[in-house]
């Protein structure tokens, strides 16, 4: 009754007020509310009788980021789970033995209508059995006392192939009840490399080869790898098999396996950069000397005095960009629009196409940073 009243603004009103019952689905009550004043058309209490009803919402409702669950079909009651999940920094099968524990994880129970779930198995046309077991002993005793003893039924239920495997949703009320069917969704097929977001410009695959910066590491290239967007296991290793996390040369293979087993084995090969001492021509007549590369940032500093100081355009950077070594150069607006001329703002941008001795095009971004 207390969290009822605490809803309602008397004091604005200056009314007062008693109650009946508890205010709960068994003795819901009533409020009798008293006003401050009262004639012939206004009664001086009026009493309100407190409904109190159950929600009999079975729908699920998932978390926002969901870990086990891939889907959950409109208007099919079936749930589909994930065919993996990630266990530490290791791919997990899911089997029943997992989903004894996880099932309900990404279910939003308590805030859609205050649900309640269970995991069970349908015996019979209309009874449903808690399923909640660990391991294979507890699958077995299951099976035992519940008479089941076809051996591809249990290998099915393990493998949660098994078309009597249920997510049963209890509503609000307590007896309203759906029942979503259990499966588990293929396994990737992929093998083709997603990069990191944080990449770095360390490497380049073309056909079955990978060419990387001399001196990179076998960890360096995992790490610029997305292996958990396509549920991959990738790994270097010498051409003997032996895992190589030191520096790679030539012939070292990069294998990328998908998440159904189907592999794919790289080559790698090395190259080294353009040798180019700087990225800008020191010369003092195209004001070289205001130019700071660092990073991935260009920055600029006026040259001049008082109020004749000021910024070099985009046609004197553009100068005084280093074009041996077999560079190029773009200048953009932060927008993308190529500029050539006017003058500088921070955001804009300069892309570098190196090509390399081996004629594979590498590109590199800085952002124009005004000091």
């Known amino acids: 009754m207390n969290l009822i009243l605490a809803e309602i603004d008397f004091p604005a009103n200056f009314q007062s ?3 009946t019952g508890s205010g709960t689905f068994a003795t819901p009550g009533t409020i009798i509310v008293t006003a401050q004043s009262h004639t012939t058309l206004v009664p001086a209490t009026v009493t309100y009788t407190i409904v109190v009803t159950k929600s009999a919402d079975t729908q699920i409702v998932l978390v926002d980021t969901p870990l086990f669950v891939n889907a959950v079909p409109a208007f099919s009651n079936s749930i589909i789970y994930n065919p993996q999940f990630l266990n530490g920094s290791v791919f997990t099968d899911t089997t029943l033995f997992t989903l004894s524990t996880t099932y309900s994880t990404d279910i939003a129970t308590k805030l859609n209508n205050y649900q309640t779930t269970r995991l069970v198995y349908n015996t019979t046309g209309t009874t449903y059995l808690p399923l909640l077991v660990a391991n294979q002993a ?3 005793s299951f099976c035992t006392t519940n008479g089941i003893t076809d051996a591809a039924e249990k290998t099915a239920m393990k493998n949660l192939t098994s078309s009597n495997i249920y997510v049963e949703i209890t509503a609000q009320d307590g007896t309203t009840k759906t029942y979503y069917s259990v499966s588990v969704a293929s396994k990737l097929t992929t093998t083709d490399l997603s990069v990191a977001g944080t990449a770095l410009p360390l490497f380049d695959v073309q056909g079955e080869l990978v060419y990387v910066v001399a001196g990179t590491t076998g960890a360096q290239l995992l790490a610029n ?3 958990l967007t396509n549920w991959q296991t990738i790994t270097v290793t010498n051409n003997a098999g ?5 520096a790679l040369v030539d012939y070292n293979l ?4 998908a998440q159904d087993g189907t592999a794919k084995v790289l080559t790698i090969m090395t190259y080294v950069k353009t040798s180019v001492a700087s990225l800008v021509t020191a010369t003092t007549a195209n004001h070289a000397a ?3 590369v660092g990073g991935s940032t260009i920055g600029l500093v006026k040259y001049g005095t008082g109020t004749s100081a000021k910024y070099i355009t985009a046609a004197e950077l553009l100068a005084v960009l280093n074009t041996s070594g077999a560079r190029s ?3 953009f607006t932060s927008e993308g629009i190529a500029k050539t001329q006017t003058a500088l703002f ?3 941008y300069v892309v570098v196409t190196t090509v390399a001795a081996n004629g594979v095009s590498y590109t590199s971004t800085y952002i124009i940073v005004l000091n």
């Open 138 to 140: 507890a699958l077995d």
């Open 254 to 257: 990069l294998t990328v396996t």
């Open 290 to 292: 205001t130019v700071t």
């Open 17 to 19: 007020r008693t109650t």
């Open 225 to 227: 790898l997305d292996r």
């Open 242 to 246: 032996v895992t190589n996390a030191g």
């Open 346 to 348: 921070s955001g804009d």
């Open 329 to 331: 150069y773009a200048l």
